[in-house]
């Protein structure tokens, strides 16, 4: 149980689910089951049922840390927001889980939104190893590759006001967080230099979700089930979503399925190109990903930051600060890739 999750806390937050949820579901007696859910490391997430008589509503609430108001990332989409997100990405067909209401000050629960609770699996090592998920693994990557192309046919004009961010803002927010650390990495230099010299344009800008990758999927024995997390979305070049997923952090091992470690990029492009999307440049997709692999490496200073100055002593944050060193490989091999 979490230090957050006990008994005085799950009752609180019932109260104020009822209230909530009673605004858009009829009849609704009672809420049980409350209980915090594992993961969710900027955001909480809470399980629940909505009673209605002889009728259970499985539902999520995502909502702020500690109920707080505004305490968001710069790089963060208010909560209110990411709901908006959520059912524009719905009308366009994506599979994500119903908004049922977003929160009110009058609910005392702070910033946060319900929705449906959809079943399925995200841990990585699960659904790239279990047998319960082998028939869906060869379709994921063209299921991505359909999602991503309905994700970024979103109309530009409905779109909420959010951040604005091609590759320029991207290299410039990461290269001034690099410099802050004073910790040189001639490997991340190699690849600034590559970005810069490299950069594409700006034209086509679509929504981009920001984190479409294995770990942020619902995954049945069907196969890709909703899209979560969509905190970090922003107008941008929609292939930086093509290229994130296939960050070889995010293949979890599976390093020769570079698409989430459970498929090739040829398959999620034709599944792009087949659903809408705009023809598929490789080059382009690859710029993505060096420049994806960098964030990362340069989210995992961040850790290590956070632990040396005893802001965050976690084990957790340890752990993941020293996996920039693997991201110095990863760029290594996608600019200076060895000849069979």
């Known amino acids: 149980m979490s230090t957050t999750d ?33 993961g969710g490391a ?29 305490n968001k990332r710069d790089t963060a989409v208010p909560l209110a927001t990411e709901a908006a997100l959520i059912q524009l990405a719905e009308q366009q067909g994506v599979p994500v889980p119903p908004i049922t209401v977003v929160l009110k000050d009058e609910d005392g629960l702070g910033d946060g939104f319900i929705m449906e609770r959809i079943e399925g699996e995200t841990i990585a090592r699960k659904i790239l190893r279990d047998a319960e998920y082998a028939d869906a693994r060869p379709k994921l990557a063209r299921q991505c590759g359909e999602i991503l192309a309905k994700i970024h046919a979103v109309p530009r004009g409905d779109i909420p006001d959010i951040q604005v961010s091609p590759a320029r803002s991207e290299i410039d927010k ?22 810069e010299d490299n950069l594409p ?66 398959d999620m492009f034709a ?42 002593r976690s084990v957790e944050r340890a752990a993941i600060g020293r996996r920039s060193s693997e991201t110095e490989i990863d760029l290594l091999n996608l600019l200076a890739p060895r000849k069979a």
Request: glycine share 12%; hydrophobic share 40%.
């Open 271 to 312: 599944g792009y190109e087949a659903a809408g999307g705009a023809p598929v440049d490789p080059e382009r997709v690859k710029y993505w990903e060096v420049l994806g692999t960098l964030k990362w490496g340069i989210m995992c200073m961040i850790m290590v930051s956070a632990f040396s100055s005893g802001m965050d």
């Open 6 to 38: 006990t008994p005085e806390k799950r009752h609180d937050l019932a109260a104020g689910l009822e209230t909530a949820v009673g605004r858009s579901l009829a009849n609704v007696d009672l809420v049980s089951g409350v209980r915090r859910l594992s």
């Open 174 to 195: 990461y290269r001034d967080i690099y410099a802050s650390m004073k910790h040189p990495h001639p490997v991340f230099e190699l690849a600034f230099r590559y970005l």
């Open 42 to 70: 900027s955001q909480e997430t809470w399980s629940f049922d909505a009673i209605a008589g002889t009728h259970s509503h499985p539902l999520i609430l995502r909502r702020a840390p500690g109920g707080t108001t505004n």
């Open 201 to 266: 344009t700006d034209e086509n800008l679509t929504l981009v979700h920001g984190d479409f990758r294995n770990g942020n999927l619902m995954i049945g024995p069907d196969g890709v089930r909703a899209v979560l997390d969509w905190e970090l979305a922003h107008v941008g070049d929609p292939m930086e979503d093509l290229g994130w997923i296939c960050v070889n952090s995010w293949r979890f091992g599976e390093i020769d399925n570079p698409v989430g470690g459970f498929g090739s990029r040829e």
